[in-house]
């Protein structure tokens, strides 16, 4: 285990949008001091930062400079170029570790660690080509839906097979992209786990939260979840065991699907999740604060559920209902970006259920 | 009613302290900017602020660029020079207003001011030299105390009198300035009352915390305070009485004696308080979300208690328990602080109490 890293050391972050925003406020209540590294302008996570670096991440000049001069690297995203990391790695500890961003950057990596976990996933095959791709149909059945192995979300790089007569088609949607198979889950809802592992391999998990999507965008988390008692041990146990495979410090958010027959894992996240969100206001450490702990060495905090909540997120003109939520008992987060385009995630409400 | 601050809006905050820092939080969650003002470099609010003016409070240039720049005045500490503040309101609005800022800086025209109200303090009267000390004395009894009307803390600026012999020596402790004396008062124990008022005049006030206070620094707050329910409700009609006599806009921290014969206000401060850090862990709302949403014309948010809280201040070389500290289920909150020294408030912890 690493030595815990002492107040007034600084945590680099990869990344200066609302998850590096919360990130950064969590490390000021530990007396850390953040730099975040984020090539657009006016990044939400600048105006609670100690420093902000405006650069793109194939500047070597700019990530050197951020490099040397913080004690660790996070990052709010996992869609972090190669290149960057290659680079960073030699200058400062990047939490969470390599494994686990090279395994979540592609689902084929991803559900075949999984799979070789000993977890449940939905039905997967590698699809290379026009043969690969209907050998894949011929073991998985229709309707299944084919991704680009890396990138693409809320929808994009992926195409839907309702029969195997649309495969012919699916290969342009590609691009030429690799790709992968996957089979439709019969599932009830989707949970997701808020998992954490510190330095010293100790591993805590928030309460599930229960999540719904409107057009493949996180709605609202409600927790706790609708699950029975095994099911959350499930959940939590799922969760552990990844941590523990990958060697992981920080915060990861595991998306599972509750079917008849157990937990299926959709997909996990190698940061603070927004299915996470409603621990701000739900426990006494937030899951911004336990992966700061995390990443810094130190231990973890307690991620006990005080109060059950209800997160909403708020999407682009959601924002003209403020007004009106300020009235109410919902605490507020807002990420401080300009321009509430649709689509885009612009704060969240956390309503706290009394008793 | 002005009309509420929007989203990207900025509040400038005097005093770049612990305080600063946390209402600097605060703001980011409703999606406002911090500009803080202040003369030492590497103010602890600094590292989550927006925006940092390292000048005195006689820079005039320095100032009227710092009001410019923001929407709305606030600050963490009260005894603000009045050539600053007599340049700033001409820029923008400043909440608390000046009424609460005068009435608080002064022990005599404050204690008059809650006499005037109908409250009771302990006894006191004016001393300009030693006619009207020992008519003072004559009129009190001793032991009393003699203070200075302006600044003084941690036992600065005062001189006990325990018989009326010391009363010769005392004017000379005070160095000639206008002074107060004030008899003791018989209290069981101290309380302090956490009241906002909002710019529509509504009033919102946090459970009642029983302070204990060791050389002058307080040391732990605890809520609930012991006090019967008719004792809860005087101590929240005090604090809204001087709300809306001083017509005031923000979060201020009343400290009060709890007596046999009925609550006795000590003092009040126009500010968050540290008597009231405890609400970030035992409420959805914090007093520094509350002081925000007020100073930025918001609805006052939801100030009621979700959990029982021991506010414990880490003073000093408490800082050396902090390895300890981070193992307990505890909270914590550092200031950021570099250098640790006694008597120095570094940080707090809350301690959430479960059922």
Not at 154 to 182: S, W
Not at 190 to 200: H, K, M, Q
């Amino acid at each position: 285990m690493t030595k815990p890293l002492p107040v007034g050391a600084t945590i680099g972050i990869l990344g200066g949008g609302q998850l590096g925003r919360m990130l950064s406020v969590a490390a000021s209540r530990l007396g850390l001091k953040t730099h975040i590294f984020e090539p657009e302008a006016n990044a939400p996570a600048g105006d609670v930062a100690h420093k902000v670096t405006t650069a793109d991440y194939e500047d070597a000049v700019a990530l050197r400079a951020f490099g040397q001069s913080v004690d660790v690297i996070t990052y709010e995203f996992e869609n972090i170029p190669t290149s960057a990391l290659d680079l960073l790695e030699s200058l400062a500890p990047i939490h969470p570790g390599r494994a686990a961003l090279a395994t979540s950057q592609d689902r084929l990596t991803e559900k075949t660690f999984l799979r070789d976990l000993g977890l449940q996933t939905a039905p997967f095959a590698d699809v290379t080509d026009m043969d690969s791709l209907n050998a894949a149909i011929a073991e998985i059945g229709t309707p299944a839906i084919l991704k680009t192995r890396r990138m693409g979300y809320d929808g994009k790089g992926q195409a839907r097979i309702m029969a195997p007569d649309d495969a012919a088609q699916a290969p342009a949607d590609m691009q030429g992209a690799p790709a992968i198979l996957e089979g439709f889950v019969d599932f009830s809802h989707e949970v997701s786990v808020i998992g954490a592992r510190g330095a010293d391999g100790a591993v805590a998990c928030y309460d599930p939260g229960e999540n719904v999507h409107e057009a493949g965008i996180l709605r609202t988390t409600t927790v706790p979840a609708r699950m029975t008692a095994a099911q959350r041990t499930d959940a939590v146990l799922i969760a552990a065991r990844i941590l523990n495979a990958l060697d992981y410090v920080g915060v990861m958010g595991v998306e599972l699907f509750v079917t008849p027959g157990g937990l299926i894992v959709n997909e996990f996240a190698p940061r603070v999740h927004n299915s996470g969100h409603w621990t701000q206001n739900g426990c006494t450490i937030c899951q911004f604060e336990q992966h700061i702990r995390a990443v810094a060495g130190w231990p973890l905090g307690d991620g006990s559920r005080h109060s059950d909540v209800v997160m909403e997120n708020l999407i682009g003109e959601d924002m003209d209902r403020l007004p009106d939520l300020a009235k109410t008992d919902a605490a507020i987060h807002l990420y401080g970006k300009a321009e509430a385009k649709p689509g885009r995630k612009m704060g969240h409400v956390n309503r706290v259920v009394k008793a």
